[in-house]
């Protein structure tokens, strides 16, 4: 994974005092929504986002990251959010390889979502990726799984249609 060169240039002091607080406040994600116009009818993507109610230190991580977008909710506190998986790959993950975290649950997080991203950039084109995403979903979210939106049940058996739809057309 290449490195933005900024990154390069950013401050110990000022990395690791960003990385333990995003350490404290972050989350590493990844989601799956029903989309009929993608391949296999389901849109899967990752994403990185901090809410904190002091805009300041979320412009700070904003600068440094040089990426992603901050947002006011509606109980007064900022959300600065990355989407872009190409951002994700050259500012957020070697920002984080370089100003590694601290406890082992955030050490984790990172690991499992690196391995999110990895194959998200390969694409998820088969049901095997799919299962593989599946997986890697629940140990990212483990503690979320009750909010997911849809069942690794659900998703498989509609994957499986969309696959055998798609078959029936080619004959």
């Given amino acids: 994974m290449k490195m933005n060169s900024n990154i390069k240039k950013i401050p110990r ?15 590493f994600y990844s989601s799956i929504r029903k989309r009929d116009d993608f391949n296999l009818g389901f849109r899967f993507s990752v994403g990185f986002n901090v809410s904190n109610k002091d805009f300041v230190l979320l412009s700070l991580l904003k600068k440094h990251l040089g990426c992603g977008t901050i947002r006011e909710r509606p109980d007064g506190c900022f959300v600065y959010q990355v989407d872009s998986l190409y951002s994700i790959q050259t500012n957020v993950i070697p920002f ?9 649950k955030k050490k984790h997080e990172f690991s499992v979502f690196q391995e999110i991203v990895n194959l998200q950039v390969s694409g998820i084109k088969i049901k095997d990726d799919v299962e593989k995403f599946l997986v890697l979903r629940k140990k990212l979210g483990f503690q979320r799984i009750s909010r997911f939106t849809y069942s690794d049940e659900f998703i498989l058996k509609k994957i499986q249609e969309k696959i055998e739809e798609s078959s029936e057309t080619i004959r």
């Fill in 13 to 27: 002091d000022i990395g690791y005092y960003l990385a333990g607080f995003v350490d404290g406040e972050g989350s």
């Fill in 96 to 104: 984080f390889k370089k100003f590694s975290f601290l406890s082992s």
